[in-house]
């Protein structure tokens, strides 16, 4: 049996997705279940919060492997919380999703806070593998509403360049990990196939919408105002904008093989993500 948390989201959903596909006995630790829609059917689904730890036995009882995703909190207590779960029920595996910031010489605030949890997990004494994603291709959804609304992307990394992973490649590499053996003690980073720019995202956007896109490279200021506007907490928009500054100059992601050779294929393109979810920016 294997444990996914975060299938609300991004990355757990597509878990979920692959490991039903694979056959595996799957339950999913939900906040709301409710949310899980139809796949919340097909599986067992216990209700618990990865930042109540009493909540926590009942989804880890049983479990060999367990892919924890620590989002919307205090990485390093979510993640505490998980294993300490994992460790009294006697789970195996436990397969973290952490970030490819980690490795940051020095690392930012996003990169400490990962460093945090993946401690708490190693520190457990559950057999653990990291996988470190640089920046996802789903981030870009988050300009479908100003290119619904205003026909325009405001973003403050100048010619920077990320290489957008799409969210199902991470969780194909987690899912191999949680599913055959020999990758306990193991940190995967995985970085996308192509170095691209927002505005080179969003030519790729405006091309399969068909309708031009204005790019707007932002003051930092600027960038903060329009997310103390968004609703983000202080600790966050600190982050985030320090992460921009980074891609800014020049420190973007460099590329990496781990899913050719875990997965024996090349890893998806934006291009490729995107034809997926183009609904969403038109
Ligand atoms: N975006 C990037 O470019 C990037 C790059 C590298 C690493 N990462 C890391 O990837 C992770 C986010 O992954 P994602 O995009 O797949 O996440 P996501 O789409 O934001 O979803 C977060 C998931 O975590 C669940 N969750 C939140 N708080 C929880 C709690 N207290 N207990 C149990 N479940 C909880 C949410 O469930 P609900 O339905 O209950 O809200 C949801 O399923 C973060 O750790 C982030 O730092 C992101």
Not at 221 to 226: G, I, V
Not at 237 to 248: G, H, P, T, Y
Request: proline content about 5%; hydrophobic content about 45%.
């Amino acid at each position: 049996m294997i444990l996914v948390t975060g299938a609300t989201g991004n990355v757990g959903g597509a878990v979920l997705e692959q490991l039903m596909e694979a056959g595996q006995k799957v339950r999913v630790l939900a906040r709301d279940p409710a949310r899980l829609g139809e796949l919340g059917r097909a599986v067992e689904v216990v209700k618990g919060d990865l930042s109540k730890p009493e909540t926590l036995g009942p989804a880890f009882a049983g479990v060999g492997g367990a892919f924890v995703v620590c989002a919307g909190g205090d990485l390093a207590t979510l993640a505490g919380n998980a294993a300490g779960a994992a460790r009294e029920a006697g789970v195996r595996h436990i397969v973290l999703l952490s970030s490819s910031a980690v490795a940051g010489e020095p690392p930012i605030q996003i990169g400490r806070w990962h460093i945090d949890a993946e401690a708490r997990v190693t520190a457990s004494g559950v057999a653990w593998t990291m996988v470190r994603p640089g920046a996802f291709a789903s981030n870009t959804l988050q300009w479908a509403h100003a290119i619904k609304t205003q026909g325009a992307v405001f973003h403050a990394t100048g010619e920077g360049r990320t290489r957008p992973l799409d969210p199902r490649d991470i969780a194909a590499v987690a899912v191999k990990a949680l599913t055959s053996p020999g990758h306990e003690g193991k940190a995967y980073v995985i970085n996308g196939p192509e170095a691209l720019s927002t505005a080179e995202q969003v030519a790729k956007i405006s091309k399969a919408i068909g309708k031009p896109l204005g790019v707007v490279d932002e003051t930092e200021d600027a960038a903060r105002e329009r997310l103390e506007k968004a609703g983000l907490p202080e600790v966050f928009i600190r982050a985030v904008l320090e992460a921009f500054a980074m891609i800014r100059a020049g420190h973007g992601e460099a590329p990496s093989s781990t899913i050719e050779e875990l997965l024996g294929r090349k890893a998806r393109t934006y291009d490729e993500w995107l034809e997926r979810h183009v609904k969403a920016f038109q």
